[in-house]
């Protein structure tokens, strides 16, 4: 136990965020019974779903919600059983819909699902060190074609690069219109795909020419920060602990998965990179990456990575930031915000 809360406090800081608030049921006729709930379900549990009826109606029929969706129903007030396996982490809105005579009254309860895996903390090792630009505020780093490629943030500094990562030598760099804020970057389909942060607004470009060949709008109401795929899906974070999935050819959000470390949300999950299956993520102002279940959002690895900071130049502000696989040498490549070295390292238990 002690050993999985120095984890989660180095991905949190000093501050755990737990369940606490999991609403009562304010309908008046009947309520949830949570007498019996524990303060967190995890994955491999089932919840018994049953009522309070103070005024003792004669119940005729309950038909049971999870997340507005029906998963079934009972004959008069027998207890509903639920196993929660297939649930994403995070709250689970329940609500029992109780019929008696010709009325029906709903009663609604929030339950939180947080994940039952204890993350392991992996080593790692710096088997090379290379220049970086100090002046670049990084938000998406990312090989395409053994080649890296950069998108940096702030208005009016945000570019995308393309260059040669042993030198620095720049050949291609694409400069953002000012009141654009540069941030994650990922390459599908023969296209790379480019987040702003506040503006709600994506690029597309050609992959060979960076030519822009479309602009496009958030389906949703989010900021834009990190970005990777899985060959099919485009996966984004928003600065919650949210990863949403997108839909390449239509950009809309298709699901989201809740990013989850034991029993604790993982807010301000940044920048990310598709590695043998599972999603890197750094956590914004914390020298941490979190490695990702992208089915369940279980965080399953954390490296520790404040040790990088002794072979910088840099000050606490300049928090890592940039996560890019080498597939032709299956190393990974880190950096951050205005740092003036990128590291490859390899990764191990």
Not at 207 to 219: H, I, V
Not at 262 to 277: R, T, V
Request: with cysteine; aromatic share 12%.
């Amino acid at each position: 136990m002690k050993k999985h809360n120095l984890l989660i406090a180095i991905l949190l800081g000093t501050t755990l965020i737990g369940c606490g608030d999991t609403k009562k049921g304010e309908n008046s006729l009947f309520t949830i019974d949570d007498s019996a709930f524990p303060a967190h379900f995890t994955t491999p549990e089932s919840v018994s779903i049953g009522i309070l009826n103070p005024n003792s109606k004669e119940i005729d029929s309950i038909t049971y919600f999870v997340n507005d969706k029906k998963v079934g129903s009972t004959k008069g007030s027998e207890k509903f059983e639920f196993e929660l396996k297939d649930q994403k982490l995070g709250y689970q809105y329940l609500k029992a819909s109780v019929h008696f005579g010709s009325d029906s009254s709903d009663a609604t309860k929030r339950i939180e699902l947080v994940s039952n895996v204890t993350p392991k903390l992996l080593k790692y090792k710096v088997i090379n060190t290379y220049p970086h630009d100090i002046n670049s505020f990084t938000e998406g780093l990312e090989f395409h074609n053994d080649t890296l490629y950069e998108s940096t943030g702030q208005n009016g500094k945000s570019y995308l690069r393309k260059y040669d990562y042993k030198t620095g030598k720049v050949f291609k760099q694409i400069d953002l219109d000012a009141k654009y804020f540069g941030e994650g970057i990922t390459f599908i389909n023969g296209k790379l795909y480019q987040l702003t942060w506040q503006e709600k607004t994506g690029f597309i470009y050609d992959a060979k020419t960076l030519k822009l060949e479309k602009t496009f709008t958030y389906d949703k109401d989010i900021e834009g920060w990190g970005m990777t795929n899985d060959g099919t899906y485009i996966y984004q974070t928003d600065k919650t602990e949210k990863i949403w999935k997108m839909d390449p050819k239509t950009q809309k959000m298709v699901d989201y998965i809740n990013v989850y470390s034991g029993d604790s949300k993982i807010k301000a999950i940044n920048e990310l990179e598709w590695i043998n299956g599972k999603i890197y993520t750094n956590v914004w102002l914390k020298d941490a990456i979190a490695i990702v279940n992208p089915t369940s959002g279980a965080v399953e690895g954390i490296l520790e990575m404040s040790g990088l900071r002794k072979f910088l130049k840099v000050t606490p502000d300049d928090v890592l930031n940039g996560i890019a696989y080498n597939p032709k040498n299956k190393t990974i490549f880190v950096t951050g915000k205005n740092w003036d070295k990128m590291f490859e390292i390899t990764v191990s238990e």
